[in-house]
């Protein structure tokens, strides 16, 4: 979960100021976590705490309220209705990662990621988003190889996974949605060559770059095992303590 959390703060800078190039510095003055990171934090603490995932996104998301949240999905934060909002949105699948860590079948991560994402995000596409990258996370987790996770998530979603970055990214605009944003995450993973490049090629496309950067990172910490010290380093210190101890616990029990 390390991975997203990485993703999402090395992206905070370029979601309101996108580029097209992989050549950025990854830290800077503004460089802070996001919404991605708290409703990653949530996740995580769900699963250990075996709380109701819509209580620890509300509780979270009220604790932090500043933190960059769609609209509606703030007002669901601060409503007293319990039901989804019927949203396609990405939020779905920033927030999952946790998921491929913890369960250990793809029966498990896949009815754990709907459950995850349809108490906000109960629309077809934004299941669809939660589980693709969970899946993703999981067999990355496993040691599948990048051929066999293109292919299970192309047989299972439908995503068109055939495009290259360079196919993508000339025309490739802001898009908050699962459909327009999920598969394009997961190409920037399967380009990759190592960690920190997954993330510079998932904010190299110019488009929601925090969330987008946050599903490939968290895929590729599953994949490559270790992030880069430095970077590590650079994220810890911009979270605060209770994440910082959530992360902890979480990565202590499941490897992370």
Same mark, same amino acid.
């Given at each position: 979960?390390?991975?997203?959390? *990485?993703?999402?703060?090395?992206?905070?800078?370029?979601?309101?100021?996108?580029? $097209?190039?992989?050549?950025?510095?990854?830290?800077?003055?503004?460089? $802070?976590?996001?919404?991605?990171?708290?409703?990653?934090? @949530?996740?995580?603490?769900?699963?250990?705490? !075996?709380?109701?995932?819509?209580?620890? /996104?509300?509780? /979270? %998301?009220?604790?932090?309220?500043? @933190? %960059?949240?769609? =609209?509606? /999905?703030?007002?669901?934060? #601060?409503?007293?209705?319990? &039901?989804?909002?019927?949203?396609?949105? +990405?939020?779905?699948?920033?927030?999952?990662?946790?998921?491929?860590?913890?369960?250990?079948?793809?029966?498990?991560?896949?009815?754990?990621?709907?459950?995850?994402?349809?108490?906000?995000?109960?629309?077809?596409?934004?299941?669809?988003? =939660?589980?693709?990258?969970?899946?993703?996370?999981?067999?990355?987790? $496993?040691?599948? +190889? !990048?051929?066999?996770? $293109?292919? =299970?998530?192309?047989?299972?979603? =439908?995503?068109?996974? !055939?495009?290259?970055?360079?196919?993508?990214?000339?025309?490739?605009? #802001?898009?908050?949605?699962?459909? &327009? *944003?999920?598969?394009?995450?997961?190409?920037?993973?399967?380009? *990759?060559?190592?960690?920190?490049?997954?993330?510079? !090629?998932?904010? *190299?496309?110019?488009?929601?770059?925090?969330?987008?950067?946050?599903?490939? &990172? &968290?895929?590729?910490?599953?994949?490559?095992?270790?992030?880069?010290?430095?970077?590590?380093?650079?994220?810890?210190?911009?979270?605060?303590?209770? /994440?910082?101890?959530?992360?902890?616990?979480?990565?202590?029990?499941?490897?992370?």
């Amino acid at each position: 979960m390390l991975g997203a959390i *990485s993703g999402d703060v090395i992206g905070s800078v370029y979601e309101a100021h996108p580029i $097209k190039s992989t050549d950025f510095p990854l830290f800077g003055r503004y460089s $802070k976590f996001t919404d991605d990171t708290v409703l990653t934090i @949530a996740t995580a603490y769900s699963i250990l705490e !075996k709380v109701d995932y819509a209580k620890a /996104f509300r509780t /979270f %998301g009220r604790r932090y309220p500043r @933190a %960059g949240y769609g =609209a509606a /999905f703030y007002q669901w934060i #601060f409503s007293s209705q319990d &039901g989804p909002y019927n949203s396609w949105g +990405n939020g779905s699948a920033m927030r999952v990662s946790p998921v491929g860590f913890a369960f250990d079948s793809i029966d498990a991560v896949l009815e754990e990621a709907e459950r995850n994402a349809s108490v906000s995000h109960n629309h077809l596409e934004g299941i669809k988003g =939660a589980q693709a990258t969970a899946l993703a996370v999981f067999l990355a987790r $496993k040691g599948e +190889n !990048k051929d066999s996770i $293109k292919t =299970a998530i192309e047989m299972r979603f =439908a995503y068109d996974l !055939k495009r290259t970055l360079d196919d993508i990214r000339p025309e490739y605009r #802001f898009d908050v949605s699962c459909q &327009g *944003s999920v598969p394009e995450s997961i190409t920037a993973f399967l380009e *990759s060559k190592d960690f920190e490049d997954a993330v510079r !090629k998932a904010v *190299s496309l110019g488009g929601d770059s925090d969330t987008m950067a946050c599903i490939a &990172g &968290g895929i590729a910490h599953a994949f490559y095992r270790k992030i880069p010290e430095y970077i590590v380093a650079n994220v810890r210190e911009r979270l605060p303590v209770e /994440f910082l101890e959530i992360i902890d616990r979480f990565m202590e029990m499941y490897g992370s």
